[in-house]
């Protein structure tokens, strides 16, 4: 007998008895919780979803009408693998008009802002690396490097009545010699959390002595209530330092279905990044970057809306939330679309959500997706229009007063 993939194999007779699964580090990966919800209410009438992070309107029709105009053009074929000349060109004027001077042999186009995330993982981390990430956190981001055999070490926000918040010495401690990356989303999906510009400050410096990666998720900067783009790493860093930024169209300009997103990196990086891409999608569509490139070039006014749009929905929802005495939540959010909110008495929330889809038809995603730190919370989009929030608010009050039974043990604040 012989081991293959996890699994024993009779080498004398490999078929007898085939191991057919993944190999182990894949099995090891956690499945999103998030769409076990999903997948449980998707389709069945009634439910109101608000478990996916997605604006309830779609692109714009300027946006949509420049990838028709490219589709009915013939322009189906390959492109450059990094991206068009022009998109990279339009995305290094975008960068340096919120961040200063990104030249666009610094960037690099990916399809979504996920496989950026994925192609950055793969290009800096290796079997045995030792990461740090800042959580409760997008699952995705958390597991991406497990893929690849690293060992991730999370520090965990604080919650309490300012909402969540950074303790800095801890993080500091945690990045120790020889870790190989910091893993960051601000503002963070999903507790809304804003990294402040003196911690970024502090946080890069320690990493610049260590030779520590930052790995800086920033799909949500524009999504930031308290000027036009949130603190970002880029603003401080050289364009040589260990830093890569990763983005994406989906929430920016309203385009999740298009699956389009870039990188920000060192120069010296995007040959290698820039193999990656050829190995796993070759390159994004013509169309989808023309329509693309049109919304960096005059998605402004979309912007401009939909931030003030969340910034209504968001205190609608927290003053409604607020009203209910078995819901806790800290200060509004600084950034992003969430609440991130405990409830008294869940200490599974994977349950919980599932329950509050086959009672009353309401679908939130469970804190537990977003690591253990998030047990006990449950995340809502608040992406949406008030009357919407106004039906949620009320199914979810329907289940508290009339199906919710907390358990004898209640879940502390991490």
Known sequence: MTTNLGGSVDVEN??????????????????????????????????????????????SQAIRDVAIAELDAGNVFYTHGLGTASLRSALA?????????????????????????????????????????????????????????AVVETVSLDFGPAGWQ????????????????????????????????????VILEHCRRLGIWVVSDDVYERYYFAGDAAPSFLDIADASERLVSTNSFSKTWLMTG?????????????????????????????????????????????IADTVSR?????????????????????????????????????????????????????????????GDEGEGFVRWCFASDGDRIDDGVNRLADYLQNHHRPSAATTTAP
Not at 16 to 25: F, I, K, Q, V, W
Not at 266 to 278: D, M, Q, R, T, V
Request: proline share 8%; charged share 20%; net charge neutral.
């Open 93 to 149: 004027d975008y960068g340096t008009t919120l961040h200063g001077a990104v030249e666009a042999d610094r960037i690099a186009v990916t399809n979504s802002g996920t496989a950026a995330l994925m192609v950055t993982v793969q290009a800096l981390i290796t079997t045995g690396d030792r990461v740090v990430a800042v959580t409760p956190l997008w699952p995705n981001l958390v597991e991406m490097p497990k893929v690849y055999g």
């Open 258 to 302: 298009w699956r389009i997103g870039w990188i920000t990196a060192p120069a010296a990086l995007i040959p290698e990044i820039s193999k990656l891409i050829e190995f796993s999608t070759t390159c994004s569509p013509g169309f989808v970057q023309a329509a693309a490139e049109h919304a960096v070039r005059h998605g402004e006014p979309i």
């Open 166 to 201: 950074l303790d800095l010495d801890r993080l500091l401690s945690a990045l120790t010699p020889g870790t190989r990356a910091l893993l960051i989303n601000s503002p963070n999906n999903p507790t809304s959390w804003v990294l402040t510009a003196a911690e970024q400050r």
């Open 14 to 59: 490999p078929l007898s008895n085939p191991d057919l699964r993944a190999r182990e580090g894949v099995r090891a990966l956690r499945s999103s919780k998030i769409r076990d919800v999903a997948n449980a209410g998707m389709g069945r009438p009634g439910v109101l979803p608000f478990w996916f992070g997605e604006p309830d309107v779609p692109t």
């Open 310 to 370: 969340l910034r209504r929905s968001r205190d609608h929802l927290a003053a409604a939330l607020g009203a209910l005495p078995q819901v806790e939540l800290g200060a509004p959010a600084g950034g992003a679309m969430y609440s991130f909110f405990r409830v008294e008495g869940v200490t599974d929330s994977l349950a919980f959500c599932r329950d509050l889809i086959d009672k009353v038809g309401l679908g939130l995603a469970p804190g537990i997706a977003f």
